[in-house]
């Protein structure tokens, strides 16, 4: 015959505790079945005692802005100015203005032109200027920038011959890029091929975008 109900009552505490025991009693029942480990027992017999709960606050808005601006400057690209031979001086300025539309169609952000025109003065004056991969990381920290964009347009042997290459702002390393050779007549041609060869690289190019009739080359002249 088991104790008194008064004996269990005097021991659990009052009513309460008789509860409190009798859930303790099937938790332990059920952790012996489960090999799951009970609650301590002053935890259970502890009046208004709770059981820590994980912390499911959201992050820090500030820990959120700081990852977000992160991001875009990772993501923001430096068109320069193409470094072209004598021959194509005329249409270096329509080449740069070109790039830089499509690849604004392409949904990259890039660089403000003023912007990138003082840094590139202000890495010059310093006795940096910036020709190479190599020079991008410290123009890109001056622009706030992730990528850089090179360009070369040189005439040889009768033929135009095209040079894209992107690169790092961290670090300087290559991360895309295409070369495309052709007739002069077809630079236009040529250089929205090579346009899409590197940017497939990055995976931004739509069938749209890769379609898209190229440009005239009067357009390029006339900037």
Known sequence: MGPPVGSLRRVAGGRGGWARALAFALACGLAAGTGIAPLSASAE????????????????????AAAAAEAA??????????RVDAVFAPVREGLREWLSERAVAAGLE???RSAVE???AAEAAAGRPVRHGADAPALAARLGAGR???SELHFERG???LRLHLHAGADGRALAGAHARGRVAELS????????DTL??????TPAFASAPPPQLSEWSAL
Do not use: C, N, W, Y
Not at 45 to 64: H, N, V, W, Y
């Open 45 to 64: 017999s502890e009046p208004g005692a709770e059981i820590p709960l994980p912390d499911l606050s959201e992050g820090d808005p500030a820990d959120d």
């Open 189 to 196: 041609t040529l250089a929205h091929g090579a346009l899409v």
């Open 73 to 82: 400057r990772a993501a923001r690209v430096v068109v320069l100015p193409p």
């Open 200 to 205: 497939k690289q990055l995976g931004v190019v």
């Open 118 to 120: 003082e840094a590139l």
């Open 148 to 150: 850089v964009l090179f």
């Open 159 to 161: 033929f135009a011959d």
């Open 110 to 112: 890039l660089a403000a």
